[in-house]
């Protein structure tokens, strides 16, 4: 059985800093690009970063220079590091895994976590 948890959410201030984390467990995590997703109150999920098998990795431009993707096979996780965070940062933020490479498209992905909250302060 395919989990995806996230973990590390939180409240943070305008401009601080905050990594989340996705562990998985049940796939085979080097085969598999991994994503972070994320969807503010009365808004459409949107795509955030991914990161292939390989380590490449594509940002969208509202996170770009400020958010970093990493993961870690030995441990099957992903990260997200998130800096210079600005009040629209606000969200659920969910991680998410696609056999080969999805990149921004969600229905690409074929699993998902549950969401861990990130809430900005100004």
């Known amino acids: 059985q395919v989990q995806l948890v996230e973990s590390g959410g939180g409240l943070v201030q305008a401009g601080g800093s905050l990594r989340i984390a996705c562990a998985a467990s049940?796939?085979?995590?080097?085969?598999?690009?991994m994503g972070w997703f994320r969807q503010a109150p009365g808004k459409e999920r949107e795509f955030v970063a991914t990161?292939?098998?390989?380590?490449?990795?594509v940002y969208a431009d509202s996170v770009k220079g400020r958010f970093a993707i990493s993961r870690d096979s030995a441990k099957t996780k992903m990260y997200l590091q998130m800096n210079s965070m600005k009040s629209e940062d606000t969200a659920v933020y969910y991680c998410a895994a696609a056999l080969g490479w999805a990149g921004g498209m969600a229905g690409g992905y074929d699993y998902w976590g549950q969401g861990t909250q990130v809430t900005v302060s100004s």
């Open positions: 049940g796939l085979t995590f080097s085969s598999y690009a």
């Open positions: 990161i292939s098998r390989t380590g490449n990795t």
